[in-house]
């Protein structure tokens, strides 16, 4: 537990060397935030609708390339086959970084929050602590879905192309960029299987309507059901050298 808290810490510092990787992963959701909030953000309960939206695609699109693609890159470049050399096992090496980018998109989506707190407003009408653990799930489960990109995929290349054949369709269709009740019907039932789509529904019922977990439970059985699965797979599928 000691060295893969290290290895997350090691990560955390390279990370925030970059200072490209920390605009587009910290400052454009905030961008986003602050555009449409100039632009709707009179409208009533309007950033209760916003940030569940703006979480979501932020935690799937920061697992399927902060993830799955590094991942597949790391194993690719030799760097996990190298880990096997060292005192530290190559998995340790993995959790680390998992837990990395899970505190990452963690904190992501808390300075969403503060910042939306601060300049404008966004009533909770559900419980708060249920709202955070459907955060947490679904940041978990939004990691699973990287992990399977990872396992599926043979080079850094393949990773990149396999992530956006999933972050494209699963966001349209997450409700994240249009409302799902426009869509065709049958697009609207295909959107009803996607994880993301449960999470924003989750978050979203939470805040705007006060639900509970009880009367979510549906979407939150997708979103753990996803967790395991993807974490099961992924776990299978996942070589830490190519062959």
């Not at 609708?49 to 902060?66: E, K």
Request: proline share 4%.
């Amino acid at each position: 537990m000691k060295k893969w808290f290290k290895i997350s810490m090691i990560e955390m510092k390279l990370f925030f060397r970059e200072k490209t990787a920390v605009f587009f992963t910290f400052l454009f959701p905030l961008f986003l935030l602050f555009l449409f909030g100039s632009i709707w953000g009179k409208q009533k309960d309007y950033f209760s609708y916003l940030i569940p939206m703006l979480i979501s695609i932020v935690a799937f699109s920061n697992s399927l390339f902060g993830v799955g693609v590094v991942l597949a890159s790391y194993r690719e470049s030799g760097i996990l086959k190298r880990m096997g050399l060292t005192p530290i096992p190559a998995r340790t090496y993995i959790y680390g970084l998992l837990t990395q980018r899970f505190f990452i998109i963690l904190g992501q989506s808390v300075l969403l929050f503060v910042l939306a707190k601060i300049f404008y407003t966004v009533p909770i009408k559900g419980n708060p602590a249920s709202l955070v653990l459907v955060i947490l799930i679904g940041i978990l489960s939004m990691i699973s879905f990287g992990g399977l990109i990872a396992g599926f995929s043979k080079t850094h290349e393949s990773a990149i192309a396999l992530a956006n054949v999933f972050f494209t369709p699963l966001s349209f269709l997450s409700g994240a960029f249009i409302p799902i009740f426009i869509l065709p019907k049958f697009l609207q039932t295909i959107a009803k299987g996607s994880p993301v789509y449960h999470f924003i529904k989750l978050m979203q019922d939470i805040m705007l309507r006060g639900q509970g977990l009880k009367e979510e439970w549906v979407s939150l059985a997708v979103v753990i059901g996803f967790l395991v699965i993807c974490s099961f797979i992924s776990a299978k599928t996942f070589k830490l050298k190519e062959g």
